[in-house]
């Protein structure tokens, strides 16, 4: 009893009713969490009966969901010409029983990017995915964005980038989303990409390195660098160098690699174990397309790891994903033969 007294819990009668300092608050996605005003904190469970809610049904006839500056919810009455914070579904709650962990995973190869964010509010969250014009980058975007996340699409094409940011805003006009210019084959563009993002003076806490290019024909970066090696490894490399000191402010923070299982199926070591710069960016005798994918992949995975261990005692951390095999996007859009594959194993893989 003394530590409710310490709470503050124990001047209340009801295990529903909210202690002095607390409110009652939903995210878009009806999802209940609770405000301490005193401690300037948030969490899910309800502060004496730890239980977790979500509002049940629809908004009432004339009410209307909209988002303020500062991406907090709020609810607007048409028919009586006001606006609140409290949403007017909260006396419909019902509780939400999570199923106990078993030792199988939470998600499965069918789960979606929609699914696996549900009920989370990423409000006041910074995030920059490469290549997200597209595939899977844009669904990672658009999952994002409608979770309220303020996301930057970092995208080689400018108009493309903006018709991306328009598809999402299709699905909610207050989504906080925009497309900026990053061509990860020239240096100088992910240089003024990071000057630009910087002044704006803005956190990151998530930075998704997406973007890749896979199966296309030997040729030069305007640096004088195998053109994959550079676009799915050192261009992000040299990005996160670029600005792991916002990330740093921003902590907790990470960086995400989207790497590939293909990583296991190359060699970047001469005959003495030693780190062989040429296979990094082979010259186009002894270059193959496969094989540079794979070795820039091999890249992702080292500097994740080394990443990780340099970065998350400063509260950045840093993860590799394999997306899935052979995901039909547009990556294999380069060569024919590629393409025929993937057409072919399509119905037997993960779909956007």
Known sequence: MAALKYAGLEDTDSEEELPPGWEERTTKDGWVYYAN???EKTQWEHPKSGKRKRV????????????????????????????????????????DNPVKPTTRQKYDGNSTSMEILQGRDLSGKVVIITGANSGIGFETAKSLALHGAHVILACRNTSRGNDAVQRIL????????????????????????????????????????????????WCLTE??????????HLGHFYLVQLLEDVLRRSSPARVVMVSSESHRFTEINDSSG???????????????AMLAYNRSKLCNI???????????PHGVTSNAV???????????????????????????????
């Open 37 to 39: 005003h005193l401690e």
């Open 322 to 352: 394999h997306p899935g095999n052979m995901i039909y996007s547009s990556i294999h859009r380069s060569w024919w033969v590629y393409t025929l594959l993937f057409t072919l194993a399509r119905p037997f893989t993960k779909s956007m």
């Open 274 to 288: 030693k780190l062989d710069f040429s296979l990094l960016s082979p010259s186009k005798k002894e270059y193959w």
């Open 56 to 95: 049940a049904g629809d908004l009432p006839y004339g009410w209307e969901q909209e988002t303020d500056e500062n991406g907090q919810v709020y609810f607007v009455d048409h028919i009586n010409k006001r606006t609140t914070y409290l949403d007017p579904r909260l006396a419909f709650t019902v509780e």
């Open 223 to 232: 640096d004088g660098l195998e053109s994959t090696f550079q676009v799915n």
């Open 170 to 217: 299709v699905e909610w006009h207050k989504a906080r989303v925009e497309a900026m210019t990053l061509d990860l084959a020239s240096l100088q563009s992910v240089q003024h990409f990071a000057e630009a993002f910087k002044s704006k003076n803005m956190p990151l806490h998530i930075l998704i390195c997406n973007a890749a290019v896979f199966g296309t024909p």
């Open 302 to 312: 080292l500097f994740s790891n080394e990443l990780n261990r340099r970065l998350s």
